[in-house]
């Protein structure tokens, strides 16, 4: 059953302004009461710094961040809370990796393998670090549905491979990589690898432990939670390789004026004080989706959408491209182009009939350059929309495509 109606309800956003429709949720996902509430709450009742404090208010606020932890370790399998990293989103976590593995892992000459499907954030961090300590970058190619071609990708380690780095799922094109196998056959040959969650995390479950993902990276403004606050999952055992090259409060056992002894992981990668609000916050929301069936339902429901939506855009396929396979597991995450013209015209359009959709290389520049096109148009759902809306949105394509012609 549609888990919808109550969901709804939850979003001020959506239901100060159900006249619009909000289809760009891979960018950002609206807020639910509960995540709004928790921060109004914490500034409210509880703030104060945590970690340092004897008194009430720094140890409730302690206690929160550290249940935060505690969630999250949860809501993605991982074994211990001390393996959940609070960062400010994905791309900080990739950096903040990039870093340590740069610091005390890579050697000049090592290999780390990309995709030419993955995101901005997770190859200019790996190309500036590449470019200044001498390591290559290889690029696994993709199939012809959409994927990671796992194949290609394994034919691109050797023996100075040291990191695969690549997206769970594609934040253009929704395609689900097949990571277990690509994880698997890594291990085989000793190479941990990071998976960029920052598009799966909101749509099915995670279990770390078993896809035996080493690091993992994702964003909590992408599920329901505030802006600035991600996680770096690191499994335990890669604990010693995370010697950050930044430091500061919070993260030492022992200062002297010449050198310093660091607390454990996590401690020793939150410098400076962090965004409690922010975990505060993604807590809430990992709670929203516990309360409202668990990301299960949201699955499910969302597959829903994605086969609504794509079956009536197929059969628009005289007059547009679509930019996924049918067949291919994916979250609801569509890209297409009408014929013959720039998605910045769709998009414009669209907006003027209310519907938010995002245009352009959606920070894949290389996966751009890779299918010869200079972007798409990218519908992308979320568990609060409905078969009503993908209605809308058909009949206001429609008649964009009257126009342009
Ligand atoms: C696959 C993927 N990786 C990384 C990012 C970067 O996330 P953030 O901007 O929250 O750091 C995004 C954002 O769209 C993404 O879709």
């Known amino acids: 059953m549609s888990p919808v109606p109550d969901i709804r309800k939850q979003f001020p956003f959506i239901t100060q302004q159900s006249d619009k429709i909000y289809f760009d949720n891979a960018a950002t996902t609206q807020k639910p009461y509960a995540v709004l509430e928790s921060i109004q709450n914490y500034y409210t009742r509880i703030n104060a710094n945590i970690h340092r404090g004897v008194h009430h208010w720094s140890i409730l606020a302690t206690e929160h961040y550290e249940a935060a932890r505690k969630t999250v370790a949860q809501f993605i399998h991982a074994q211990d809370p001390s393996e959940i990293i609070f960062t400010s989103g994905t791309t900080h976590s990739i950096n903040l990796l990039a870093d340590c593995l740069s610091n005390t892992y890579f050697q000049q000459n090592d290999e780390i393998i990309l995709s030419v499907l993955d995101h901005h954030s997770n190859i200019l961090p790996w190309q500036n670090r590449a470019n200044k300590f001498g390591y290559q970058l290889k690029y696994a190619h993709i199939n012809a549905q959409y994927q990671i071609d796992t194949e290609h990708l394994k034919s691109l380690i050797t023996r100075k491979t040291k990191l695969i ?73 890669f604990h010693h390789w995370l010697q950050p090259l930044s ?40 709670d929203f989706i516990y309360q409202n069936g668990g990301i299960n339902q949201f699955y499910l429901w969302e597959e829903e959408l994605r086969k609504h939506l794509y079956s009536n855009l197929t059969e628009l396929q005289d007059d547009i491209d679509i930019y996924t396979d049918a067949h291919t597991p994916s979250v609801p995450v569509i890209s297409f182009n009408i014929k013959n013209n720039h998605p910045y015209d769709t998009g414009t359009l669209l907006n003027n009939f209310g519907i938010a959709v995002r245009t352009g290389h959606h920070c894949t520049q290389p996966l751009m ?37």
């Open 369 to 405: 350059k890779h299918l010869k096109i200079p972007g798409t148009v990218r519908i992308s759902l979320a568990v609060y929309n409905t078969l009503e809306e993908i209605d809308r949105f058909i009949i206001a394509l429609k008649k964009t495509i009257k126009m342009l012609k």
């Open 165 to 237: 780095a690549i997206a769970h799922v594609s934040n253009t094109l929704g395609s689900i990589n097949d990571v277990k196998s690509i994880i698997d056959y890594a291990h085989q040959h000793n190479i941990p690898v990071l998976l960029d969650a920052a598009q799966s995390i909101a749509h099915f479950p995670i279990n770390v432990q078993e896809l035996n993902a080493d690091f993992l990276a994702f964003s909590g403004h992408k599920m329901y939670a505030p802006t600035g606050i991600g996680v770096l999952y690191a499994s335990k055992k």
């Open 247 to 286: 430091s500061g409060g919070g993260t030492i056992v022992d200062v002297d004026l010449y050198k310093a002894e660091f607390a454990e992981i996590p401690l020793r990668l939150e410098a400076g004080t962090p965004h409690i609000e922010g975990v505060i916050g993604l807590k809430h929301a990992i």
